[in-house]
Every structure is written in structure tokens, then in C-alpha cells.
């Protein structure tokens, strides 16, 4: 039995992929880290990928830390990134559906996408089905079993409150800040992920834990998340498994679904 999220009714047009098309997620590109040129030459990467890929793509799924960080004032938004707008405002106008799912690091998105490009920001798992198949899809960040200090932690940023402020502070300083507190956050998640990506060990997967914990009440084929930094594949039940995406800092891996198949790919190289 699945029950449906009331962000499902979005992923209608693609419950049904057309002969030779595919579904295309990426996460955690980390644009504006750690320095201009470096984000610039992934920035490029990037473009690239989506060229290569588009010929065939039925949507696009961008699951969250796409930037490094990310916020929008009422007429100001984070310099650069033209490159990547731009194409996915191309991909748009050519009918490709984007999604974007807001991360740790790019939560505060709000309406600037939808209205200038018109592609959705989803900020909260959702499930959707496609050819018979159910995903549930999110960033991943304070899923799962504890890291309360964070959940607690996130819930602040998400609210009214903390926005209103931030909202008050000059873009130089809001921006200069965030991008300190990004840094030193980044840092931390890679040299973790760095040490546990040579010995991945399952039942410490917090992601496939809570996959688990939402198999057991809502059966899924597929659980995709990025967040980690490490690209895996973990079986979840019988049929069921859980992909974590990478990243484009280090291993520019992605995934791909066609058919009834779910795989993941890493570009040049």
C-alpha cells in the first residue's frame, strides 16, 4: 500500500516515462565553495553533465546543497551561479521539469525559483510513483535516528523568526556570515565523510534506518538522499534500497532511473 505525500500530485506528468527516457537526481554540488575559480570550474562540470544528459531526460532532480549557500532578501540574491540558472531556466523553457529540494545549506529558498523559472522547491520528503515504482526523495539532513542538536538546530533556522532577523542584516554581512558558518559546517561533513567512505557500515546508515522505519509503514522501491557525501547503495528490504547521490566536490557521481532500474553513474571519469 502507498500512501501518497500532498506534494505527489507534482510528479503526475512523469508517473509514466516515455520509451527511452530517464529521470536524472544529483545532489550536493556545493556551488561557491570554496573559492570562486574552483566553483566555477564544477559550475562548468556541471553545465556539462546537463547537456549530456538532457537529449534523454524526463526531469531533472536536484536534491538539495546545490548551492553553498543560498538565501534570498526581497531584491537581492547571491552573486554568481549564472551559468547554472541559466540552464536550468533553459531546461524549463524546453519543458523539462526541474526540482529542487532545499538542503542544510540551501534551506532558505523561497520564491525566487518558482516565479522567475518556474520550477518547483521542495523543502520536506516527498514520495512519488513512476512506471510502478515508488521514490521517496529528500536531502536527508536530521533524518533518522538522533542528532537531536541539529533537528533543534534546523527547526530554528526554518522558522519565522530567526528569517525575520537574518532578513534585517545588510546582504554583505548576512551573506559574509552565512558563508563562514557554511565553511567551517562543510568542513566538518567532508572530513567525517572522508573517513567513513572506505568503511561504510549498515546498521549506522542513519538514511537507511529511517528508510526502514518508513518501509515498515508505506512500502517504497527506492529511497534517494544526498547529504552524506558518500555514494552507496544499500538494500532496505527484499526489492526496496536506499542510494545515497555523493557529491560533485570529490566523486560527481549522480543517479539515473529508466524503466524499472535505478543506477548509479559518475561523469568523466
Not at 209 to 235: A, C, N, V, W
Request: proline residues 4%; charged residues 25%; glycine residues 8%.
Amino acid at each position: 500500500m502507498f500512501i501518497s505525500t500532498p506534494l505527489s500530485k507534482s510528479f503526475e506528468h512523469i508517473k509514466s516515462l516515455e520509451e527511452g527516457k530517464k529521470l536524472y537526481f544529483a545532489s550536493d554540488f556545493h556551488l561557491g565553495a570554496p573559492d570562486q575559480e574552483a566553483s566555477q570550474e564544477r559550475e562548468r562540470r556541471i553545465i556539462r553533465w546537463i547537456d549530456f544528459t538532457k537529449r534523454d531526460a524526463a526531469a531533472f532532480f536536484f536534491v538539495g546543497d546545490i548551492f553553498d549557500f543560498w538565501y534570498e532578501y526581497s531584491k537581492v540574491i547571491p552573486k554568481g551561479f549564472v551559468r547554472f540558472i541559466g540552464k536550468i531556466a533553459e531546461l524549463h523553457d524546453q519543458g523539462i521539469p526541474v526540482y529542487f529540494f532545499g538542503g542544510n545549506h540551501d534551506m532558505w529558498m523561497y520564491s525566487y525559483f518558482q516565479k522567475e523559472i518556474g520550477i518547483e522547491v521542495i523543502l520536506d520528503p516527498v514520495s512519488f510513483e513512476c512506471n510502478g515504482k515508488y521514490f521517496h526523495i529528500s536531502h536527508g539532513d536530521g533524518l533518522g535516528p538522533g542528532d537531536y542538536f541539529y533537528k533543534f538546530l534546523k527547526k530554528i533556522f526554518r522558522g519565522s523568526v530567526t528569517r525575520f532577523f537574518f532578513h534585517l542584516l545588510h546582504p554583505d554581512l548576512g551573506i559574509g556570515l552565512a558563508h563562514a558558518w557554511s565553511k567551517s559546517s562543510r568542513s566538518h561533513n567532508s572530513s567525517k565523510s572522508t573517513n567513513e567512505a572506505d568503511s561504510v557500515v549498515p546498521d549506522k546508515e542513519i538514511l537507511l534506518s529511517y528508510s526502514k522505519s518508513i518501509q515498515e509503514k508505506t512500502p517504497h522501491d527506492y529511497y534517494i538522499f544526498g547529504h552524506r557525501h558518500i555514494p552507496m547503495s544499500l538494500q532496505v528490504s527484499d526489492k526496496s534500497y536506499y542510494y545515497n547521490l555523493g557529491e560533485w566536490i570529490k566523486y560527481f557521481t549522480y543517479g539515473v532511473y529508466e524503466k524499472e532500474d535505478f543506477h548509479l553513474m559518475k561523469f568523466e571519469g
